[in-house]
């Protein structure tokens, strides 16, 4: 029987090295591919940078397969780093991973992959994919509740999950890091990469204003719900909701941020007591357990990547727009994230927070 292929995206770290030695010893015919997504060829930071192919180069040196570095600046300009851009000049905060998943590790790399022959693409991401009683595919969370990865999946086709590999999700980081020990990987001990790949520094209002020059806008005021100026802000693309820190404003008692105001150039600052809220708006809708959300639906949602999650009952309000009403006030919704629904261990689909 012919060996099923399928093509590793290898980062150079420890969960992607594993990754594709896991399923060369699960009889698969194994490729490494590192993406090439924004670097300039100098550049070492990041998951992607010369530092991390050469890494990942060696693993694959290690491992006798194939290995390739692909070019897909072209697609991550335009999904990732231009929708980042646009995203912040509109007063919302966009997890840009998740765009990346989507558009660039799934749509873009899967394409490629299909055409060189492979059946499957896999990656290092701690999650689980199965496929339901009702023939549809969906992420289950990882073994490992710490490093679970589903909530930045949660935007991926039906398409891409019937096509992908995700032999972490079975394993804790530590069990990872033994196997990885054991067989001589050169990345048993890397760390992990913890800021977005493009900032390495950060600076996410610095990186705005280099790339989006003069449609950046320009300061403006700090007011309060009802439009009473509080003070001058250096412009909205350095704040998100839920701030506190770095505000640069004395009011003589803590204050956060509780609305970004694109329309009229004004952040609006309140108490904690008002950065909570019970309803939450959602677009973009991407569902995985089921073909879409018919009445009410009792799910757990969250609202950020390190939520916990908290029980709502969601329903649809349009044909691309949901309504999620929790239980309890939850801290900080914040427009441009994603809000992902789960039941049990099983993701049922999610959302852009409008």
Known sequence: ????????????????????????????????????????????????????VEDARRVAYMLDIPYYVMNFRKEFKKYVMDYFVAEYLQGRTPNPCIACNRFVKWESLLKRSMEIGADYIATGHYARIVRLDNGRYTLRSSKT???????????????????????????????????????????????????????????????????????VPPAG??????????????????????????LGIALGTPVFVTEIRPETNEVVLGSNEEVFGNQVWAERLNFMSVADLEGEMQVTAKIRYNHSGAPCVIRKVE??????????????????QAVVFYQGELVVGGGCIL
């Open 319 to 336: 044909a691309d727009k949901a309504l999620c009403e929790f239980m309890e006030p939850v801290r900080a919704i914040t427009p441009g």
């Open 145 to 215: 509740a710490a490093k679970d990865q589903t909530y930045a999946l949660y935007n991926l086709t039906q398409d891409q999950l019937a096509h992908t590999l995700m032999p972490v999700g079975d394993y804790t980081k530590e069990e990872i890091r033994a196997i990885a020990q054991k067989i001589g990987l050169r990345t048993a001990n890397k760390p992990d990469s913890q800021e977005i790949c493009f900032i390495p520094d950060r600076d996410y209002a610095g990186f705005i204003d280099r790339e989006a020059g003069e449609r």
């Open 1 to 52: 029987m012919e060996k099923k292929k399928v093509v590793v995206g290898m980062s150079g770290g420890v969960d992607s090295s594993v990754a594709a030695w896991l399923l060369k010893e699960q009889g698969y015919e194994v490729i490494g591919v590192t993406m090439q997504i924004w670097q300039e060829e100098q550049e070492e930071n990041g998951c992607c940078g010369l530092s991390a």
């Open 221 to 246: 005021n700090f007011v309060t719900r009802d439009g009473r100026i509080l003070g001058r802000h250096k412009g909205i693309t350095h704040y998100t909701i839920g701030q506190r820190k770095g």
